[in-house]
């Protein structure tokens, strides 16, 4: 009987647990490298540096890592702010846009939304996608682009340029550009 007290209090206390109207739940978790980031940063405010050189500065409110992805890829779904550099730390180019991806294998960033892009001459480039290729050194559009220099204003379908916006083409495009209504001067050289 001493043997069997103790045994019947710990059987009772297991089914009084049991009992109590708590149910416990096992919930099996399956890791998606394609939906599961890797890396979570808020309020990112970086330098990137190439072979030693300080090339880019990046800001954005929130950057996602997807490196176990089978295509490893950044996300920043709340923006991204980007600056290139030239040796002397002068603003060679800049992008902004309202959603942004990086393909790590492919060195390739893409811009969705309302995307800005600023050269180092102050020309001023609006469109809703962009791509820049790092490895071509490209950056290039096949949506609508609007491009303004100074007084005058571009716009297209379809880009093509140079990774600092210095050397680009414009496809399926057009122009305003401000004309001098005034008449000319008469050419005294030519009076008598």
Known sequence: MATTLPVVAVSFLFFAAACSG??????AV??????????KTTDVSTLVSDSGVT???AKAK?????????????????GLYLEQFDTLFHVKASIKADTAYYYERQELWKGIGHVELQNVD??????????????????YSDQYIRIE???????GVGFDSNQSLTDYRIFNSTGIFPVNEAPAAPDSSKQK
């Open 22 to 27: 708590e149910k416990q739940q096992t919930v």
């Open 30 to 39: 399956r890791f998606d490298p394609q939906h599961s980031y890797t890396m």
């Open 55 to 57: 090339r880019y500065r």
């Open 62 to 78: 929130l950057w996602l890592m997807y490196g176990k992805a089978t295509e490893p890829y950044w996300y920043f779904p709340e």
């Open 122 to 139: 102050g020309d001023h480039f609006s469109t809703s996608l962009i791509y820049w290729d790092q490895k071509k050194e490209r950056i």
């Open 149 to 155: 220099q100074g007084d005058k204003v571009l716009t």
